[in-house]
Each structure stands twice: as C-alpha cells, then as structure tokens.
C-alpha cells in the first residue's frame, strides 16, 4: 500500500489540554478509517492536521505529492446568496457535469427534493448538509475526511451515503477518514479505526463492532497485567515486613482470576418483567389516537390516523426529514391539539420529553450544575435500586469538577446527558425521546442504551441512529405519507419500502383500524423538484424535468399491512452483525406477544360471558396480538435464511 500521508512526532497542545503528544501515524491508499473518542479528545483537530488546513504546534505532516484531499467539516461553509445549482457545481457547464453518471446518481440521491435554483440561505439544516455533502462528493479525491457526515442526515441518506462510500472506488485505491457518532454507518463504511484518547491514537482492525471487542481484550490483558504487577508488589511488601526470615520461604498469593472477554454474557433486557413493572405503574392504557387529524393551514401532516399505545412499548419511530415525526411527538405529548378526531390519554401518564433543542438547559446557562441538581430529587430508582443523581451524573461521564461548572459552559453533549438525567429524576413512566443520541460520543450512546435497558416505562424515540434506535427498541414504526405503518423486518423493511414505493411516500394512503400496536393514517405533501435531468435516487422523488426512472414495484394489495420482500444476496461483515442484533429482538418480541396471548386468553375465560363488548374487545385485541406474532416469526424466517446462507 501507498503511504497517503504521514504524520510524525505530531503535538498540539491548546491552553486549556495537550490534544496530541509525539504522535506518528501514516494514511495509506485502500485505507477505510473511522475514528472514534470523547468528545473534546481531538477527533476534528486530528482531521483538520491530516488535511493541512491546521498547523501541529510541533511535527511534521507530509502529503505523498499533489495529493488531492476533499473535507466535510461539521459546519458548512456554503455562500447563502447562492443558487443550490451554484453551490454544487458552480459555473460547470450543464452538458459536462450531467454526462456523468457518478454525478447523476449523487445527486439524484441527495438533491432529488431540494429545488435546484432555491436560494441556499433558506434551505433547512438538513438541506444544508445534503447539498454540502453533494457538493463535496461530486469532486475526484485522493482522500476523503468526513466529520459527522451522517449529521442531519435521515435514515435512507445514512444508508445511501455509505453504499456510495463502498463502492467509490477500486479495491486499494484511495483512502476514507471519518469521524461520526453513528455506529451502524462505521461499521458499514470502515475496514479499521482509530481511538482518538489521552492524547495517542490507539489503531484497531476491522469496523466497530470489531473495535469493541479488541477493546475489551486490551482491557481484559491490562487488567491482568496490572493484577500480576500488584502480586509481585505485594510479595515484596511481605519480604520487607518479615525481614531476612521472609527469604528462605515463597509466600503465596491468590491472584483473582482475569474476567473472561465475554465470558458471561450480559442479561438481555427482560421485556416482559419491565412490562410487568410498566403496567403496574401505567395501568392498562397509555396513548390512542382516535381519526386524529393534524394539518398546518393547506398542509396535510396525517388524516385519520388511529394507534393505540400499551404500558411498557419501546417503540422507534422512523420517517424522512419532514414527515411529521416531532408533530406525531407533541401531539402525544399535549403540546400540540388534532385539528380534527381525539387523543386518550391514560390518567396515571406521567411523561417527560426530550427535546431536540437545548432551551430548557440554556434557561439554566447561570447556575451551576450542583445548584440544578440541588433542586431534584437526590435518588432516582435504578433496577430495584436506589441510587444517587451525583454517581448517575459520574456514570454519564461528568467529573467531580463539573458540578462546579457553569450549565451554560458545559459541551453540547454534556448538556444533553444533564437534560436526561434531570427527566429522570422527575421518575416519569412515558418517556419521549427526539434524536437523544445529538452530540454523543460512542461510548456515551453505549451509556445511554444501558440506562434504557432498565428503565419500566413507556418508551417513544426518534432517531435518525439506526444502531440506537435497533438496540433501544423493541418495536419499529415508520411515518410514511401521513401513515404510520409497523415494520416487523426493522430498518431493512423501511428502507424496501421507500425504495420499492417511492410514490407513496408523497400521496395520501388509505386510512382504516388498527388493533393495539398498529397504526393507520393518510396525509403527507410533495416534494420540490430536484436537479433537471437528474433521475431521483432509491426512494426520491424526481423533479419534473428529471429523466423517469423504471416503474417501481406494485405495492401491496389492498388491505395488507406488510410488504414481504425478495431474495436477497446473503449477508456478511456488520450487516449480519446487525441483523443477529435484530434476531434476538425479534425473539425477545415473539416471547413477549406469546405471555401477551396466554394473557389475553386467561382474560377471556375469567370474564363475564354476558358481557359481549367487553368480550368483543378481547378478541379484537387477541387476534391483533396474533397477526403481530405472525409478522414477527416471518421476519425472523428471512433473516434467519439470510444468516444460514452467510454462515452466521
């Protein structure tokens, strides 16, 4: 392989912290890198070194020749007076750049519903991202750097964006550095990674979910090191003791034995215990939305949707930028009231939301952070377990000295986890979630999930963080042209589904009812036309000048609620990583619909034969439970059958 760049003895050093120390590295042709650390530990100076655009207080950084590198910042640099036309390809003429199929599919896939001539400076932040990204990807490089690519990104665009990456160019051509918080796309895109800490940059082979093991066998070896180095200090401790006597005799000292690198797994989450627990605490309603209507003057959110929410759900909510998923959340969350049709609302709901802004911290921005905490409760119940807010701060990565600190000079990230923890404490049992993994490092999401695990509650997340979302909920829903629709096969199923039926994702769909867990709806809005001559990507609209891509797929006939999909190739690497993750999901949910039925058919035997409707009502909610099931077992069929053919 050809060294890229090389980077030796590299130091900087800010006034507050020394960010790199004697460091040496090298970047080579074929290299796929995702970087990883804390927050502040160096990850974007580490780019911007390696770029050139920042100078090492001490070292040298050498590019192998004319070497052409191309860098995604976290903040774009875009002229808002421009054209989106003339911010991605400038003053090209249309016949050079729209000849090119490289450019076409880019640009289809990312621009297809952003007007081409509308002005930049009234885009959305997640237009923003998607035409700098453009912009950026349309270029020949050497080497691509990528901070926080997926930022603003929705699911579809996470996963198109690293199919590209995959595939942009010849096997040992070429290198890729990024730097995200997005575990599913690192283990997609990176062949290695790089742990940005303490000043060094530690490497390990393969993606993240290879990283993590490495990780915890260095740490299992450290931790016997240290245990063989405290042996040996303790036997010469004793032969100083005893004096001269001691040499004519060994003791002997118990070494405690080195934790196994997984050898006992940790316990799943109990579904069905916290479910137990949720509805003592929740009674046996929680949300139902009842032909509630939602709409902004002549825009349509969603018509005549009808969900009902049970005691104890995980439920993760997916949907495009725009497609009504904050709506759906203050609407459940009484911020926001149905322009038509009704929500119930269990009478011991008791919830708490976190927001994808900030405000309720920057209101805090004078007070330190012991004060705030001095004004909550002092113990929040964890597992069981009455535990501290001061070490639950510590567990979520605060230090002594942060309680000292001012709210408003804490990290975006630090805000975000002080947020979360203060909604605990006020112990809610529906928790709503918007984009809660903003502003977390890796290690900080991994806290995060585990916190989760062993909260009883109600549980609604959106997140555009397909791994947190995977990992934290048990039930996966998809906001698609003013619906919400069930997505037993998880991401994957979402994902066919906007590719196989683009259109749907623009008109209304039919509503109708829905047993418990299901959700029905209509409504939605167009999309603006993308790039001329530019054929939308997998799932995008196209503009009306755009060249029309093959018919899509029909959909499913009337009636049904799920799409079952073709054979697909076998899977490998992260991909079957992340669907044996979502076998045992889908496993913890089969148990969990079974005890639901055993339960359902106890109710109706226990219940008063005369009493019809409330008869009605059992079976209705039993034969729902059934159908769920019977989805369930047929996505774990096909992900069973794909991780037979690759082996797993």
């Known amino acids: 392989m050809t060294v890229l760049i090389s980077a030796k003895d590299v130091c900087v050093e800010y006034p507050s912290a020394k960010v790199f120390d004697a460091v040496t590295l090298g970047v080579h042709s074929g290299e796929r890198i995702g970087i990883v650390g804390r927050n502040g530990d160096g990850k974007s100076t580490l780019l911007a070194v390696l770029s050139g655009s920042y100078a090492p207080d001490v070292g040298d950084v050498v590019p192998n020749g004319a070497l052409r590198i191309g860098v995604l910042a976290q903040a774009d640099n875009l002229d808002d007076s421009l054209s989106v036309h003339a911010a991605v390809v400038g003053d090209a003429p249309e016949h050079i750049w729209a000849s090119e199929r490289r450019i076409r599919d880019i640009l289809g896939a990312l621009l297809g519903d952003i007007p081409w001539e509308a002005d930049v400076g009234r885009l959305s932040g997640g237009q923003r991202r998607r035409v700098d990204l453009a912009r950026l990807l349309i270029g020949d490089w050497d080497v691509l750097m990528l901070d926080e690519p997926t930022n603003h990104l929705d699911i579809r665009a996470i996963t198109w964006l690293a199919g590209h990456l995959r595939s942009r160019w010849p096997r040992g051509v070429g290198a890729l550095l990024v730097v995200t918080h997005d575990r599913w796309f690192l283990d997609e895109v990176a062949t290695s990674m790089w742990e940005v800490h303490g000043g060094s940059i530690v490497p390990f082979e393969g993606g993240f979910s290879a990283y993590i093991q490495q990780r915890l066998e260095r740490e299992r070896l450290a931790r016997r090191t240290e245990e063989k180095r405290q042996s040996i200090m303790r036997k010469e401790l004793a032969w100083l003791a005893r004096g001269a006597r001691a040499r004519a005799t060994k003791p002997k000292f118990h070494i405690k034995a080195a934790l196994e690198l997984i050898g006992n797994d940790p316990p799943a989450r109990d579904v069905l215990e916290l479910r137990r627990a949720a509805t003592s605490r929740l009674g046996k309603q929680v949300f139902e939305l009842v032909g509630a209507q939602v709409s902004f003057g002549d825009r349509l959110v969603f018509d005549d949707l009808n969900w009902r929410i049970g005691p104890g759900e995980r439920i993760g909510i997916l949907g495009e930028n725009g497609a009504g998923k904050t709506t759906l959340l203050k609407l459940l969350a009484g911020q926001l009231q149905p322009t038509s049709g009704r929500l119930k609302r269990g009478k011991s709901v008791k919830l708490a939301q976190l927001s994808q802004r900030l405000d309720e911290m920057e209101e805090l921005a004078g007070d330190r952070v012991r004060e705030v905490l001095s004004r909550h409760k002092a113990w929040i119940e964890v597992e069981g377990k009455e535990v501290s807010t001061s070490k639950m701060l510590q567990g979520l990565g605060f230090r002594p000295e942060h309680l000292q600190a001012y ?14 923890l203060l909604l605990l404490t006020e112990e809610p049992n529906v928790l709503i979630l918007d984009e809660p993994g903003n502003d977390m490092d890796t290690d900080m999401l991994a806290v995060i999930e585990d916190l989760l695990d062993s909260w009883p509650g109600t549980l609604l997340m959106v997140s555009h963080d397909r791994y947190l979302m995977e990992r934290a909920c048990d039930d996966l829903y998809a906001m698609i042209g003013g619906s919400i629709r069930h997505l037993p096969g998880g991401v994957d199923e979402y994902l066919r589904l906007m590719a196989a039926a683009p259109a749907a994702a623009d008109g209304p769909q039919p509503g109708g009812e829905r047993g418990a867990g299901q959700a029905s709806g209509r409504g939605g809005a167009a999309h603006a036309a993308g790039p001329p001559h530019i054929a939308a990507g997998p799932g995008l609209p196209a503009g009306p000048l755009a060249e029309q891509p093959d018919p899509p797929c029909a ?29 045992a999901a889908i496993e913890r949910k089969l148990a969990s619909l079974e005890a639901a039925q055993a339960a359902l058919s106890q109710e109706m035997c226990a219940a008063d034969p005369t009493d019809y409707e409330e008869l009605l009502r059992l079976q209705a909610e039993l034969e729902a439970t059934i159908t769920e099931a019977a989805a369930q077992e047929l996505a774990w069929l096909e992900l069973s059958e794909q991780l037979e053919a690759a082996g797993g």
Do not use: E
Not at 407 to 420: H, N, T, W, Y
Not at 568 to 576: E, I, M, Q, V
């Open 407 to 420: 709210v408003g000079d804490l990290s975006g990230g630090q805000k975000r986890r002080l947020q979360l």
């Open 555 to 583: 959909g499913p006939p009337a009636g049904q609620s799920s799409v079952r999909p073709a054979a697909r190739p076998a899977l490998s690497g992260g991909t079957a990583h992340q669907a044996r993750k979502r076998l």
